[in-house]
Structure formats: C-alpha cells, structure tokens
C-alpha cells in the first residue's frame, strides 16, 4: 500500500494556475504508475492524467488536453498536475493514485480500477 498526500488545490479565478504535488511515502516509488483523478459534486469520479513509472508515457483526458500537464520526480517521490487556462468545470477534488499499471492499459486511459492507492483529495475551485 502507497501513502499518497496530496496539497496545492485552491480557490483561482477562470484561466489562472495552480499546480498540485503528490507525495508519495514508498521505497519504491519508482515502480508505480502515477494518475490524476476529479469528482465534481454529483458526478463521478473521472480520469484526468497519468504518467508511467519512468516520466517517459503520459495520458490525458480530453477535456484537459493542452492545459494540464502532468509529471513526477522519482527522487523526491513527488508526482506533479500543473494546472493552467483553468475553466469553472474543472472544479472538483482532485485525486492523486498510485498503482502498478502497464503502459498497454496506461495509454487506453485508465479507470480508477487500475489504481490500488489513493490520497484523501484537494479541491480546486475555479471561479466565473
């Protein structure tokens, strides 16, 4: 089981910025599969961003295409959601996760299935 914590959500206005970091407490934090995951109030939670063990594969939703990007630090245990051009639909909790994920399952966009561990959220709220 990976620790996740998650910090970097708050209140910005539409098209400003805000990057979120996950930190995850594991020895071998190198060999997971990171993802970013939302849940707005009253939906369900939805996929956003996942990068590969090595930084070297990264998916996205289309929705969030060209204004997030995602990205991790193996030596810091730390996976990155920079966040820009934010609109108000991208108000949710933001969920980072953790899992043992292949690529072959990576680049179809994983469900939330494919992700063992979870961090408790952060929310981001973008204003009109």
């Known amino acids: 089981q990976v620790q996740l914590v998650e910090s970097g959500g708050g209140l910005v206005q539409t098209g400003g910025s805000l990057r979120l970091s996950c930190a995850a407490s594991v020895r071998t934090f190198s060999s997971y599969a990171m993802g970013w995951f939302r849940q707005a109030p009253g939906k369900e939670r939805e996929f956003v961003a996942a990068?590969?063990?090595?930084?070297?594969?990264?998916r996205y939703a289309d929705s969030v295409k060209g204004r997030f990007t995602i990205s991790r630090d193996n030596a810091k245990n730390t996976v990155y959601l920079q966040m820009n051009s934010l609109k108000p639909e991208d108000t949710a909790v933001y969920y980072c996760?953790?899992?043992?994920?292949?690529?072959?399952?990576?680049?179809?966009?994983?469900?939330?299935?494919?992700?063992?561990?979870w961090g408790q959220g952060t929310q981001v709220t973008v204003s009109s």
């Open positions: 990068v590969s063990w090595s930084g070297g594969g990264t």
């Open positions: 996760a953790a899992g043992r994920v292949p690529w072959a399952v990576l680049r179809r966009n994983p469900g939330d299935s494919d992700f063992g561990s």
